[in-house]
C-alpha cells in the first residue's frame, strides 16, 4: 500500500494550485467577477481541503498507526482539524452545485469561520511540535529540518488567523483577508507565499522520505520510538 505517498502528491499539487488561485486573485480581483471563474476557485480549494484531510487520516492509518508511543494519538489532533476546516466548503460547495439544503446552523454562524481555521492550525502545530519529539534517528536525519519548517509555515498562517479573528471580532463581520482592505489583502500575501513553501518542504521531503520507508518502514516492522 502506498496511497500515503499518493495523497502527499496530491496534497502537494492541490496546495500549489489553491494558493496561486488565491494569489492571483488577490493581485487581479477583477478577474473572479465571472461567478463561473468563482465556482471553478472554490471547486479547487475545496479539492485541496479534502485531500488534505484524506492525507491526515491515511497519515493515521499507514504511517502513525505502526508507531507505539504518543505520536499515534495525537495523530488525530491534524485529522480533526483538518476535517473541521473541510466542512467549511461545504456551504460553498452548495452554491456551485446550486443546492438548497439544510445547513446546520452552527456552521452558518461567521464566528465559526473565523475560528475553525485558528483552531485548526493550532492543532496542527501542537502535532508537529509531538512529532518532533517522538522521532526516531532515522526520521532526524531526514524530516527534522522539514518539520520545523512546517511548525514555521503553520506559525505564519496562526498569525494570519489571529488576524481574520481580530478584525471579525473589531467589526463582527466576517472576511477571509482576501476580502479585506486592498492593503491588508496585499500587503499579507508575501507572509502567506512564505507560510505555503515553508510548508511544502515538509511535503516534498515526506514524499521522498516514504519511498525509503515503505521499503524498509512497513516491511521491517515499522519505526519504533
Not at 488565491?22 to 479547487?44: D, M
Not at 492509518?61 to 495523530?75: H, N, P, Q
Not at 485529522?79 to 438548497?100: E, N, P, Q
Not at 509531538?130 to 514555521?152: D, H, N, Q, Y
Amino acid at each position: 500500500m502506498m496511497y500515503l505517498r499518493k495523497l502527499t502528491l496530491v496534497v502537494i499539487v492541490g496546495m500549489i494550485a489553491s494558493f496561486s488561485v488565491r494569489a492571483w486573485g488577490t493581485v487581479f480581483p477583477g478577474s473572479f467577477h465571472s461567478i463561473a471563474v468563482v465556482k471553478v476557485a472554490i471547486l479547487i480549494h475545496a479539492f485541496f481541503m479534502v485531500s488534505h484531510f484524506l492525507f491526515w487520516v491515511m497519515f493515521y492509518r499507514e504511517y502513525a498507526s505502526v508507531r507505539e508511543g504518543m505520536l499515534k494519538r495525537a495523530c488525530l489532533l491534524p485529522v480533526v482539524g483538518s476535517f473541521a476546516v473541510s466542512c467549511l466548503y461545504l456551504k460553498r460547495l452548495l452554491f456551485v452545485f446550486g443546492i438548497d439544503g439544510a445547513i446546520p446552523t452552527a456552521l452558518m454562524h461567521p464566528c465559526v469561520d473565523a475560528l475553525v481555521p485558528l483552531v485548526s492550525s493550532l492543532l496542527h502545530l501542537i502535532f508537529f511540535v509531538i512529532f518532533k519529539r517522538s522521532m526516531v534517528p532515522e526520521e532526524v536525519r531526514v524530516l527534522g529540518r522539514p518539520v520545523v519548517s512546517m511548525m514555521a509555515g503553520i506559525s505564519l498562517f496562526l498569525v494570519l488567523h489571529v488576524l481574520v479573528l481580530a478584525n471579525f471580532i473589531a467589526t463582527d463581520r466576517f472576511h477571509w483577508l482576501e476580502h479585506m482592505s486592498r492593503t491588508a489583502a496585499v500587503g499579507t500575501l508575501p507572509v502567506i507565499i512564505a507560510a505555503v513553501c515553508l510548508m511544502l518542504v515538509f511535503y516534498c521531503r515526506f514524499c521522498r522520505f516514504l519511498d525509503v520507508w515503505y521499503k524498509r518502514g512497513i516491511g521491517g516492522g515499522g519505526l519504533q520510538e
